[in-house]
T-cell receptor, first 110, second 114 residues
Framework: GENVEQHPSTLSVQEGDSAVIKCTYSDSASNYFPWYKQELGKRPQLIIDIRSNVGEKKDQRIAVTLNKTAKHFSLHITETQPEDSAVYFCCYSSASKIIFGSGTRLSIRP | GAGVSQSPSNKVTEKGKDVELRCDPISGHTALYWYRQSLGQGLEFLIYFQGNSAPDKSGLPSDRFSAERTGGSVSTLTIQRTQQEDSAVYLC????????????FGSGTQLSVL
């Protein structure tokens, strides 16, 4: 069935340290893996995405890696800042619809 | 319009009443999605419309939930005989083609069933 497992559910890191969020999906036909950030009281916003024909993509302090064989993908945030505090959702496409993970609440300690 | 518009922003209703939630996607976007987000939880997929194709209704939680999209634009999500567990934020999103691209979300409708 359609499912994506996301870990951890909560993550607290010291400002300036790195944060890693990991996801595992079930649909082997998936080829599109976006990540959304939702700040408190706001709508989700796309921060980065990756397609199955690449293994890694980077945009400034954010990077995503994809292992299609293992059906794993991860989000890496380096040099974390207070504005990185939010809930992060990994997603994958299944028959064109986008399925969301359960989310990771990231807190940045000053 | 400039973005995805949802109305109403807040809806309080009594248990057993029917409600209609509206979504006006970005002009020209052929794909439209409805999600439900309970407090502090993830986004639960409800239904997906793509152009003139039959909608993917696989996420609707019960037959009390239905949705339609008229003229390939505005969509209405209807919940009949509302229950307290229906209380949540209902989010609508649209994308240009629905083939692996950015979703643009509306600000949601906060539904409270008393």
């Amino acid at each position: 069935g359609e499912n994506v497992e996301q870990h951890p559910s909560t993550l607290s890191v010291q400002e300036g340290d790195s944060a890693v969020i990991k996801c595992t999906y079930s649909d082997s036909a998936s080829n599109y893996f976006p990540w959304y950030k939702q700040e408190l009281g706001k709508r989700p916003q796309l921060i980065i995405d990756i397609r199955s024909n690449v293994g890694e993509k980077k945009d400034q302090r954010i990077a995503v890696t994809l292992n299609k064989t293992a059906k794993h993908f991860s989000l890496h945030i380096t040099e974390t800042q207070p504005e990185d505090s939010a809930v992060y959702f990994c997603c994958y496409s299944s028959a064109s619809k986008i399925i969301f993970g359960s989310g990771t609440r990231l807190s940045i300690r000053p | 319009g400039a973005g995805v518009s949802q109305s109403p922003s807040n809806k309080v209703t009594e248990k057993g009443k029917d409600v209609e939630l509206r979504c006006d996607p970005i002009s020209g976007h052929t794909a439209l999605y409805w999600y439900r987000q309970s407090l502090g939880q993830g986004l639960e997929f409800l239904i997906y419309f793509q152009g003139n194709s039959a909608p993917d209704k696989s996420g609707l939680p019960s037959d009390r939930f239905s949705a339609e999209r008229t003229g390939g634009s505005v969509s209405t999500l209807t919940i009949q005989r509302t229950q307290q567990e229906d209380s949540a934020v209902y989010l609508c999103a649209s994308s240009l083609t629905g083939k692996g691209e950015k979703l643009f979300f509306g600000s949601g409708t906060q539904l409270s069933v008393l």
